[in-house]
């Protein structure tokens, strides 16, 4: 596990690992000369938006959590909010562009387009599975934030 992720494990609460999360994340985008816009108020569906190549992106951010074998991360891909009648879950279909994950296992940061997003949660594997499968896999690689990114930046020319 990285330096950053042996502090990200050190948060207990739920709400700072979200907000360590989405600071990541927003450092990610800055450090690769990507303007980052946050929205004015905290109810919005999306956590914050991008601009690349005059084109702008709603985010979410999201934590990806190991799973027991620990050769997949997931994350969930619907908002659960607390109400006075209880929890009431919401998926993110027209509201937001691409969710943005940190796994802090590998220090690994993936951008994955809504449209190619599992309903409820999502699992991106990083370790052969035991079987051979290979169809419906989501391989970390795919989703890494340079290569999405890459395809995203239009070539320039002059």
Do not use: C
């Not at 999201?62 to 799973?67: E, I, L, M, Q, V």
């Amino acid at each position: 596990m990285t330096d950053t992720g042996n502090h990200f494990a050190e948060l207990k609460e739920t709400q700072k690992r979200g907000q360590a999360t989405e600071a990541l994340l927003k450092a990610e985008f800055v450090v690769r000369d990507i303007p980052v816009l946050v929205p004015e108020y905290d109810n919005e569906p999306y956590d914050f938006v991008v601009e690349i190549d005059d084109s702008f992106y709603k985010i979410q951010a999201k934590t990806a959590y190991p799973d027991a074998n620990n050769e997949t991360v997931y994350f969930e891909t619907v908002s659960t909010r607390a109400r006075s009648d209880g929890y009431v879950r919401s998926g993110y279909e027209e509201a937001i562009d691409f969710f943005a994950v940190h796994n802090p296992e590998l220090g690994e940061y993936y951008l994955i387009p809504i449209e190619e997003a599992a309903d409820g949660k999502m699992q991106i594997r990083f370790v052969e599975p035991k079987n051979n499968q290979r169809k419906g896999i989501n391989w970390h690689e795919d989703y890494l934030i340079d290569a999405v990114l890459s395809s995203l930046r239009t070539v320039k020319v002059d």
